[in-house]
């Protein structure tokens, strides 16, 4: 049976995605590859379908395994014999995982590295193996955004197994990351296939942080039932604004390591099967969340690196539907990463330069007025648009920046504004802090700022007419910019300015400044939004939502999440066309013949229980 003929029987899809048929021959034939793709690019696909083919075991190295579970059951729902072994899982299942093992009936193994590094499943698996696949394969990087020691170790296991090929995979890799685990897995002439990292479905916003819990809220209240996720810092902002969430009648829970690991399994199990709307949870807690309707992730404070942020935000929208993405900026989140890092005793010289780049390619993202599409394809190395052609006046339209929503000042205005808000820091001598620095811009008169002589200077209250938030939002882009450094001296913080700023108040370099702009009446709908698929018409609402409840119910019988039942794109579909026979259900993409044959007659009875179909008035 040919690959093709495979995709459709199993997951009920006519056509791969760009570099899933590069991958699944690479490793049909034996051969190596890295596979990096973007979130919702079909990566577990790549290595799934190899074991539908029926010529032996698949071995998966997974390192979320919260998620493994969920996996296991999306490739049973497919009908795949799949099975996960790691340190969760109860005797009578591991016997059955090991029983399974034995006979030879297992063809996709899920591991955690752990596992797999215990070495006891080398009698078990090393006859049968013909592909070990690593997920999640920048945690092998020292490069990384999510270094994992045990990751670096991988190679002494798949050494063991020298007639199976490697598979590595990942949705966040630069090319120095790239390298890295070309060279730690030991890929052997390996494929190297690299998808363009852009998701065109998702809308991207980048703004200066106000009021934090005003502006999660804003962005929650666009999206009344739908699932998302706000990340924030500490475990105490995570409690404060899944409780505030809570008070204003949103369905929200937290999600942080402190939590025991019951309560934490039910916010992700409530999430996940979709009893719960909104997950609030730590940037530093990863979390096994396959859900594909996502519709939206806030990042309350600023993650640690643009790996992290295209990790986070990618798991918004992965049924390919339009999703939001926004992230609230201050400078301080920064501060918070550093000093946090600096605890660590281990740190290496070469870990903590990395972790620097890191923040201040992040803090760069959140601030410069560009193209948020363009600066994370440029960041992983690729051009936007994809194929190299100008974006267009509009740019991407899925962005704050080219929806209008943030403006960039012209570089005369950028270099006037900086120069002012750098002479006031130069003033105040770098013996003050950002709030002192801020008043001393708007004029605001005090007894300190009056005993320091500060108030007659011709610094004072040159900005008094930007307002508050604009200037604090320019000292946050003027310390990503290195034009002023936050400085400790004693218990406070100080604000002082750099060479680099010097240089620019002598207009030498260049700085770029952006604020958010006033929303316009009747801006323009994204691109993402205009092309999202499943389009269908407004009287179809009410059918979409009778399929997601009974696809609810059937996923709450059989212990599996929605998702896996099948996507919201393929109930969209059913809503647009409504399907009246097996054979028509299975037109719809991703209905494959084992879903069709487990839940098809349920969802055609729930379509044909409308009164215009039944009349055949369609």
């Not at 829970?253 to 719960?276: C, M, S, T």
Request: charged share 25%; hydrophobic share 40%.
């Amino acid at each position: 049976m040919t690959p093709e003929k495979v995709l459709k029987q199993h997951w009920g899809y006519t056509v791969f995605k760009p570099l899933q048929r590069e991958a699944i021959e690479a490793a049909l034939s034996g051969r190596d590859c890295l596979v990096v793709l973007p979130t919702g690019g079909g990566k577990s696909l790549c290595y799934q379908l190899p074991a539908a083919m029926g010529g032996g075991l698949v071995l998966v190295v997974s390192p979320l395994i919260a998620l493994m579970d969920d996996q296991v059951a999306a490739a049973r729902e497919a009908g795949l014999a799949a099975d996960a072994l790691h340190s969760n899982l109860k005797a009578a299942p591991r016997r059955e995982v090991y029983a399974n093992l034995a006979a030879g009936r297992t063809t996709l193994l899920y591991v955690s590295p752990e596992r797999l590094l215990a070495g006891d499943l080398f009698d078990l698996i090393a006859p049968r193996l013909i592909l070990a696949a690593v997920d999640e394969a920048h945690c092998v990087s020292h490069w990384g955004h999510e270094f994992r020691p045990e990751y670096r170790r991988l190679t002494e296991a798949l050494d063991l197994f020298p007639k199976a090929a490697r598979m590595a995979l990942t949705a966040t890799a630069t090319p120095a990351v790239r390298e890295d685990i070309l060279a730690q897995l030991a890929l052997r002439s390996p494929a190297v296939l690299v998808g363009h990292p852009d998701r065109p479905n998702l809308v991207y916003r980048a703004f200066p942080r106000r009021d934090q819990f005003k502006q999660v809220l804003e962005t929650v209240r666009r999206h009344p039932g739908e699932g998302g996720i706000v990340y924030a810092q500490t475990r105490k902002d995570v409690e404060r604004l899944a409780a505030k969430l809570k008070a204003e009648g949103v369905s929200s829970a937290p999600y942080h390591a402190g939590l025991n690991a019951g309560e934490r399994r039910k916010a992700q199990d409530d999430f996940v099967n979709e009893r719960l709307d909104v997950v609030v949870a730590t940037i530093a807690f990863g979390m096994g969340i396959d859900r594909s309707n996502v519709r939206y992730v806030v990042h309350a404070n600023t993650p640690r690196s643009v790996e992290h942020y295209q990790q986070e935000s990618g798991r918004a929208g992965r049924d390919g539907l339009s999703a939001e993405c926004t992230l609230l900026f201050s400078a301080s989140d920064l501060a918070t990463h550093r000093w946090l890092a600096k605890k660590d005793v281990n740190l290496s010289p070469e870990r903590a330069r990395t972790i620097e780049r890191q923040l201040r390619d992040i803090g760069r993202f959140a601030v410069s007025p560009v193209c948020r599409h363009s600066l994370l394809s440029e960041h992983f190395g690729e051009p936007y648009p994809a194929d190299g052609t100008p974006a267009g006046a509009g740019g991407c339209g899925a962005c704050d920046v080219c929806l209008g929503e943030t403006k960039g000042l012209t570089e005369e205005e950028a270099r006037l504004t900086a120069k002012k808000v750098l002479s006031a820091a130069w003033r105040a001598e770098g013996r003050y802090g950002t709030g002192y620095v801020v008043n001393l811009l708007l004029g605001r008169a005090s007894e300190r700022m009056a005993a320091n002589g500060h108030d007659q200077l011709k610094v004072f209250g040159l900005l008094k007419e930007a307002g508050e938030p604009a200037v604090r939002s320019w000292i946050d882009q003027l310390i990503v910019q290195d034009c002023l450094e936050v400085t400790e001296d004693g218990e406070y913080p100080l604000l002082r300015i750099t060479a680099a700023g010097r240089a620019l108040c002598q207009d030498k370099g260049m700085v770029r400044l952006g604020l958010p702009a006033q929303p316009a009446k009747g801006r323009k709908k994204s691109k993402a939004l205009k092309n999202a698929p499943g389009v269908f018409l407004r009287e179809d609402e009410e059918l979409f939502e009778k399929l997601r409840a009974l696809r609810r119910s059937l996923a709450d019988k059989a212990g599996i999440p929605p998702y896996v039942v099948c996507h919201d794109t393929a109930l969209l579909e059913m809503a647009a066309s409504k399907p009246l026979t097996l054979d028509a259900l299975l037109g719809i993409k991703g209905m494959g013949e084992k879903r069709v044959e487990k839940y098809g007659r349920l969802f055609l009875g729930a379509i044909t229980a409308l009164p215009d179909v039944e009349q055949g008035n369609m």
